[in-house]
DNA sequence: CTGAAAGCGCTAACAA
DNA sequence: TTGTTAGCGCTTTCAG
């Protein structure tokens, strides 16, 4: 099983190492004569030669990876995002070297160090909190580095991200047009871009049309079902008139509230609205099937993993950020507000 | 931004780049005079040094990294699995490299020459299919392999895995004890060894009981909600009685089966009882919830990841193959068989 | 078109 | 305890 370097099909072919490599290489292979490449590449083959691209990173100073980091790879959201990456990574034959930090600032901080390490060409990243901006920027200083999903305002850090505004926009209008005039918001955990861009978006929209709009913001670590439960908990407790409709900032969180509004005997979509985001799959299989905001997540991966790519060609004059347009999914969970539901509605 | 490398370090220190290598390596760093030692650091700190990975794992002939090979990133089932990976590695300071094959033998062909060529010190795969078989085994003899998930019956390669047969036989038991005597199996795709365990635990428990048990197979690429939903079709569409209780191969497949049951009027649990199979998240969300059976995912990665790194390390004598048992998790999809559909129901 | 030579950045004998 | 030396396997001038 010992390793078969360049050297032994160089020696098998009959010739030096420095053809045989330019015979084996994609683009210069051209400057060997056919008959010698023919001879290396068939002693490469009986030997069942392997190019080493540790060697071969650190001759050329290019290692051929990306490093991708998310945030939560149980995220059912991710799975697009990361499937366009590895697709745009693979026509050129990167290899993305994927990793998690269950948004950990602490565990982003020890993975940008690895990567870094690893000498990888590139990183692209959905995992940055606002706090965790010096710390991107210094890796953006040091390798070329693109945002997906999540932009760091500020950071100059080029991002492909989804119009977070618009989606939370979206999301009030479509309440707003079944009637909606009290409305409340489970926002998101703070300290990141997405849930920043929703809550303003619907925030602006409810404003606009002049109808009022309650944020409900907690201790929120992460936007879980459970997280859904306990902001939809603290708004049912909350005295003043509860709102009709309710929008979540994702699917879990939206699904936590149903059960929690559920508990205290209101039906959902009967006597509260509940609008969700991200369409993650089963969404429609749910009781209600979920009105949601559904993401281009595939096509968001592969625009980044591009983005990187040009940027690691040198070309630095490519637009800086790019939005992609959210879509409204609207199932069984919104409805018009009842009748005597508008103005007065006991939470008991 | 021209890279600062060992060299620069020891000359700042007054030092060779050997005592610096020693100086910053942790297990080599006792070789070294306190005060020398802390020279280099603090050079090391100024310049900020960052070792180059690549050069080191040339030198050492190790790369500290190791590849991990899914069938599915979308999989929600994946992502505990994926999560113990990494712990484990996380300990032992290695970087896990994530792929994914989407279950196509092309693509897992094409990452493991990548995997190979970037010298990874283990793998580990959890994509395996039968056809797969000498492919994998070409890649075990290279480098420290495991599966995970799936085994791969007669290649030798060490796996830790779900007891899939157990899965099967304690859905068919539950069924049994709840007095079902005529159940059907929608099977997975063929080929891969957790639905077969599934289908042969099912299927024999269902004998040893004098039950019936039917099994339907199409020609499944992937065990989805539209497979289940077809596979339930094709079930509906039999001549005979109809069964009183289904176990799905997985939780999307029973998802869409219960779409299939409802869409010819059947109710689950009234009419009909439903078993999917993983509990991914959501199940309990559903209507009705599902009951399902769960897998110790975190602890299949953690075991698997474990034990790549004793095979790396040598130790050949570790037991070849581990099965984790699966749990139950009962909800509301199943339900005794109504009276009068035992023996004769009417599918529309 | 091919070979000789010089490293990429690091580590590990081996000496001193 | 530290320095010297010799590469790991590959790519790329530079000559020929």
């Given at each position: 099983m010992a390793t078969v370097t360049l050297k032994d099909v160089a020696e098998l072919a009959g010739v030096d190492v420095s053809t045989a490599s330019r015979a084996l290489s994609a683009d210069k292979s051209s400057l060997v004569k056919r008959a010698t490449r023919n001879r290396v590449l068939s002693a490469a083959e009986e030997l069942g030669y392997r190019g080493n691209l540790q060697a071969s990173a650190l001759r050329r100073g290019r290692t051929a990876t990306i490093g991708v980091i998310v945030a939560d790879l149980s995220n059912p959201f991710i799975g697009p995002v990361l499937r366009g990456i590895a697709n745009a990574l693979g026509n050129r034959d990167l290899l993305p070297i994927m990793t998690e930090t269950r948004d950990s600032s602490d565990e982003l901080a020890r993975i940008c160090d690895k990567l870094l390490a690893q000498r990888v060409d590139g990183v692209i990243t959905t995992a940055g909190r606002y706090r965790d901006r010096s710390l991107l920027k210094r890796v953006a200083s040091e390798v070329p580095t693109v945002l997906a999903v999540r932009e760091l305002p500020g950071s100059g850090i080029p991002a492909i991200s989804h119009d977070d505004v618009a989606g939370g926009r979206l999301a009030a209008e479509h309440l707003l047009s079944l009637g909606h005039t009290r409305c409340a918001q489970l926002m998101g955990p703070e300290d990141i871009w997405s849930f920043e861009g929703r809550g303003q978006g619907f925030r602006e929209a409810i404003a606009a049309a002049g109808a009022t709009?309650?944020?409900?913001?907690?201790?929120?670590?992460?936007?879980?079902?459970?997280?859904?439960?306990?902001?939809?908990?603290?708004?049912?407790?909350?005295?003043?008139?509860?709102?009709?409709?309710?929008?979540?900032?994702?699917?879990?969180?939206?699904?936590?509230?149903?059960?929690?509004?559920?508990?205290?005997?209101?039906?959902?979509?009967?006597?509260?609205?509940?609008?969700?985001?991200?369409?993650?799959?089963?969404?429609?299989?749910?009781?209600?099937?979920?009105?949601?905001?559904?993401?281009?997540?595939?096509?968001?991966?592969?625009?980044?993993?591009?983005?990187?790519?040009?940027?690691?060609?040198?070309?630095?004059?490519?637009?800086?950020?790019?939005?992609?347009?959210?879509?409204?999914?609207?199932?069984?969970?919104?409805?018009?507000?009842?009748?005597?539901?508008?103005?007065?509605?006991?939470?008991?």
């Open positions: 709009c309650i944020d409900i913001t907690g201790a929120i670590r992460l936007p879980t079902v459970e997280a859904g439960l306990d902001l939809a908990t603290e708004l049912l407790d909350r005295s003043g008139r509860l709102p009709t409709a309710v929008f979540a900032h994702n699917d879990s969180m939206a699904i936590g509230a149903i059960g929690a509004f559920r508990e205290r005997g209101l039906e959902v979509p009967a006597d509260i609205s509940v609008v969700g985001y991200n369409d993650v799959p089963l969404t429609d299989q749910l009781r209600p099937p979920l009105t949601t905001i559904r993401l281009p997540g595939y096509e968001l991966g592969r625009l980044a993993a591009e983005l990187v790519l040009t940027r690691i060609d040198g070309v630095e004059s490519t637009a800086e950020k790019v939005v992609l347009a959210p879509e409204l999914v609207v199932r069984q969970s919104t409805a018009r507000p009842a009748a005597d539901t508008v103005g007065h509605v006991d939470p008991n």
